[in-house]
């Protein structure tokens, strides 16, 4: 503020109307007021320019400025875990005894932790609630208004209210950042500021200094004790980024407690305890090496657990690492018959790829187990017997890290497995529906769907959804009807050919849930329309959640079987009547599901659709036609391979590959690139049933060996280091790399694809920070192991490529330590204000003062008034004859308009 100038104007664009205003006065100035003397109109002109000034002014906001030493304080306090019950009883006392001082001065209260909570004005019940140390925490605040805080100190509910209500999980942070600009911004003008931080330094996220410097706000930093309950915790795992397989490395445990204890350290190899000892722990940090190696697994992560002792937090005795391993090549094989899958084992490990055999059940449901391998092989496993999560899973390790996918056909795969429209079909390169021939038998096929009160929600959804796939993969001679049940029974479809399907998809479409269970009666209707169909196939699928009301079950399912009519049945959770619907299965000679998770209805109906039409295979023999020469097979002599004895019929994709077909033209071998990754199918087997013949070629072993390494992950690491550091929930991702010269790789194109905890996917570009170095900096707010895919390419062509990976434990919240004495000295230092003052400085005096705004536009329109009362007057009273007249001619009687106009020269008419 200007001391010899201390106005402002709050819209200064107003005073561009002012010289227009003033200068149309002054044009019209000789038409007013023409007859009276000269003084009287100079006095009137400038009368009303005044008054078109005052307007113009109040319009502009002219203001008064003056100085004032009033504060404005806001107590900015931590409510972290770190924090302890004792800091709480300071911030208590410390608050209490600065607010006797605030006289005159205003304040407000505004508790964080990992999120600001909202800003409290004091006033009445300051002290009151002070005392209770309930500070709100209630959900992250915006800046708060202005005009809000500056209402005046009373409130209701001020200061405080209710800090325990605060979740948890918004305790385990201090974001001091957030919450110093929360605190500037409810500070409101005219007001000399002050903020009082009470906290024990402890960030784990923001920059507090950065906002410290932005805000040019004195903050005054009030150092809080931290925890000091008995605590352990694990620190740090720290092992070797990668190594190679066999090579010995160490895992290095970091154990901080605050007193001399004795715990049991126990390690972990994926779920697998491969080590537990005792040891004795002094206070401050201790650290524990254990030798280890890693022969087969590609990726292996080792978590460190400590129990016994005394402890209060059990949530931080836990760390993991990842470490990479360098060998040769790995593929898991995923087989319904394990034994069966020898011959293609041992082919592929004559060519020097380890292969690791499980049944469907040890599928991993895990990025981290999946990372051991580069590629991944299905031979005949259905997609009832795959998890929607194991699919995800399956997906994002091909399309976001790289992976490579085979799959090999068999009665249980493709369309036959139920993989229409799962996930799993969009990796593959065929669709598993087809156009049907007309040679093949038709099928009659009704769906027997529950529609009781349990079935709401998901469940019928899916049903419906199943349904509708099912009327897709029928073939126009074929023949589908749909039954809903509950108390009663209704066709929702009547049984006919599969013409339109649009509108048989339509009328399951309006398949609503309600009511009881009562299977019987639909059963028998499904018995009465197939019997009567000359269809050559008959098949009934059972959709059901409860327990039926009695009926003959054995006796209408009897009656099926002697009309050569399959029964097939799906029992959805614990709920339903599991050994019913087993019997039924069994008697009419279909197959029986249970599913807990209504998200495989679909798969299911697909797999029974596909397998009832005994359309999707063909047993007859055929030797393998060459489509498409690819080096992948170079040296292969596919001319002289034996006969294959059956495939699984599919439909390639528009954009895949197909390399080798049957004799009908059907697909055999055909790829495409997914995402990073390679996904193959092979609608033959590699065992007995279809590839007898080829099991004794001497191609098998080089045909599978060069497709698999033509679907692994490639892996280029020569001359490529990455390394990760990671702060509170951002984690820096740095890379150097060189070219087989060792000189450094500039100008590259660096891509990082990130796969969350919970298989998210982002992907984001690493910047050219320094010669041969590319850095980039990715939020990490969940705990879990997060995968990295890096891939490096120059002028189109990938010259490096690596997966690594790493794993958030528990939040730094949680870490054993000290009060950074250092942070809040500086803060107070860069930002003007005390480290660690006393209560009574709080609101101590300062030399620092702060224009406070006076609106003048009250006034300036109360003169314009009074001014234009004074022109009014000066436009109807002559003030020169009043001056002339002597006081017996004004006692007369006559007016001085009167006199005015008797003087005025008569003109005589013409």
């Known amino acids: 503020m200007d001391a010899a100038f201390p106005f402002e104007l709050t819209r200064p664009h107003f005073l561009a109307g002012l010289a227009v205003v003033l200068v149309l006065v002054w044009f019209f100035r000789r038409s007013l007021l023409v007859d009276w003397p000269w003084r009287q109109r100079l006095v009137s002109l400038l009368v009303r320019t005044l008054i078109v000034l005052l307007l113009v002014l109040s319009l502009a906001g002219l203001t008064l400025l003056r100085p004032t030493h009033e504060v404005f304080v806001v107590f900015v306090v931590d409510q972290s875990t770190s924090v302890g019950e004792q800091s709480r009883q ?152 990668q190594v190679a397989q066999g090579e010995p490395f160490y895992v290095e445990v970091v154990i901080d407690a605050n007193h001399d204890d004795q715990v049991q350290v126990e390690v972990y190899r994926g779920p697998h305890r491969i080590l537990r000892e005792t040891k004795k722990v002094k206070k401050g940090e201790n650290r524990f090496r254990f030798r280890q190696s890693i022969d087969r697994d590609r990726l292996a992560e080792f978590a460190v657990r400590v129990s016994g002792g005394k402890d209060t937090l059990l949530d931080n005795n836990t760390a993991s690492g990842l470490v990479f391993a360098a060998g040769k090549p790995r593929v898991l094989l995923i087989e319904s018959n394990p034994e069966q899958a020898r011959h293609l084992v041992w082919a592929l490990e004559e060519q020097g790829i380890l292969v690791d055999t499980r049944p469907p ?20 496993v259905p997609a009832t017997a795959l998890s929607t999560r194991k699919m995800d899973v399956i997906r994002a390790y091909v399309s976001d890290l790289g992976g490579g996918l085979i799959m090999l056909g068999g009665d249980q795969s493709f369309g036959l497995g139920g993989y229409y429209k799962s996930v799993l079909e969009e990796v593959l390169p065929v669709r598993s529906d087809f156009e049907k021939e007309k040679e093949q038998p038709s099928l009659a096929m009704v769906l027997v769907i529950d529609k009781s009160g349990s079935m709401g929600g998901m469940k019928i959804e899916l049903a419906k959804d199943a349904a509708k796939a099912a009327v897709e993969l029928l073939g126009s001679r074929d023949q589908i009807g749909v039954i809903a049940f509950e108390g009663s029974t209704f066709w929702i479809s009547e049984l006919a050919p599969v013409v339109d399907k649009r509108m048989a998809m339509d009328r399951i479409s309006s398949l609503q849930a309600g009511g009881g269970t009562n299977m019987y009666p639909a059963m028998e209707e499904a018995y009465h329309a197939l019997r009567k169909t000359a269809a050559k196939l008959k098949h009934v699928i059972i959709l059901t959640d409860g327990i039926s009301a009695p009926g003959d079950f054995e006796g209408i399912t009897q009656a099926m079987a002697a009309e050569r009519i399959t029964v097939s049945t799906v029992a959805i959770g614990q709920g339903a009547d599991l050994n019913l619907l087993e019997e039924i299965a069994r008697i009419g000679r279909g197959r029986y599901y249970f599913t807990d998770d209504p998200m495989a209805i679909p798969q299911i109906f697909a797999k029974e659709t596909m397998t009832a039409s005994k359309s999707a295979i063909n047993e007859r023999p055929f030797v393998p036609q060459v489509i498409r020469p690819t080096p992948a097979l170079a040296g292969i ?28 033209g059907d697909p055999l071998l055909a790829w495409w690139r997914y995402g990073l990754g390679m996904s193959v199918a092979f609608t033959s087997d590699a065992k007995s049933r279809w590839a007898a013949e080829w099991l004794t070629w001497s191609g098998f072993g080089p045909f599978w060996a060069q497709i698999v390494r033509h679907a692994m992950r490639k892996s280029e690491t020569r001359g ?191």
């Open 361 to 380: 059940q040890g599928m991993p449901d895990s990025l981290a187990d999946l990372q051991n391998y580069e590629a991944l092989i299905i031979s005949n």
């Open 637 to 664: 002599d596919l001319e002289a391979a034996p006969f294959l004895l059956g495939y699984v019929v599919t439909r390639p994709k528009p954009t895949s590959e197909v390399i080798l077909a049957t004799e009908r």
């Open 720 to 910: 490529f280091v990455v390394q990760i550091e990671r702060k509170g929930r951002q984690a820096t991702i740095r890379l150097d790399a060189v070219d087989p010269s060792g000189r450094y790789l500039n100008g590259a194109d660096t891509e990082l694809t990130v796969i969350d905890p919970h298989l998210k996917k982002t992907t984001t570009r690493l910047l050219q920070v320094a010669p041969g170095r590319y850095q980039a900096q990715i939020e990490v707010p969940e705990s879990g192991a997060y995968h990295l895919e890096l891939t490096q390419s120059l002028r189109g062509q990938v010259v490096h490529r690596q997966s690594r990976g790493f794993v958030v434990g528990y939040p730094d919240e949680l870490r054993l330590r000290p009060t950074n004495e250092k942070l809040l000295r500086r803060l107070a230092q860069v930002s003007g204000g005390w480290y660690a003052p006393r209560p009574q400085d709080v609101f101590a005096p300062s030399e620092r003062t702060v224009a406070r705004a006076t609106p003048l536009w009250p006034y300036l329109i109360v003169a314009a008034l009074l001014l234009f009362v004074l022109d009014v007057a000066l436009r109807r009273i002559d003030f020169s004859l009043l001056r002339s007249q002597s006081p017996r001619g004004r006692s007369s009687g006559t007016s001085l308009v009167s006199r005015r106009v008797a003087e005025q020269p008569v003109t005589a008419k013409p």
């Open 90 to 241: 300071k911030v208590d006392q410390f608050i209490r005894k600065a607010v006797e001082q605030a006289q005159g001065d205003r304040y407000a209260l505004l508790p964080f932790s990992a999120n600001p909570g909202t800003v409290r004005l004091g006033g009445e019940e300051f002290d009151e609630t002070i005392g209770a140390n309930r500070l709100s925490r209630t959900a992250p605040a915006s800046k708060p208004p202005v005009n809000d805080l500056a209402a005046g100190n009373a409130s209701s509910e001020n200061a405080a209210g209710a800090a325990g209500n605060g979740s948890e999980a918004d305790r385990d942070g201090t974001d001091i950042e957030s919450a110093l600009e929360v605190a500037m911004a409810a500070i409101p003008p005219h007001y000399v500021p002050r903020i009082v931080l009470l906290s024990d330094g402890n960030q784990t996220e923001g920059d507090v200094l950065k906002a410290a410097m932005a805000g040019r706000v004195p903050i005054f930093s009030v150092p809080l004790p931290t925890r000091t309950d008995p605590e352990i915790q694990v620190s740090a795992v720290t092992v070797p980024a």
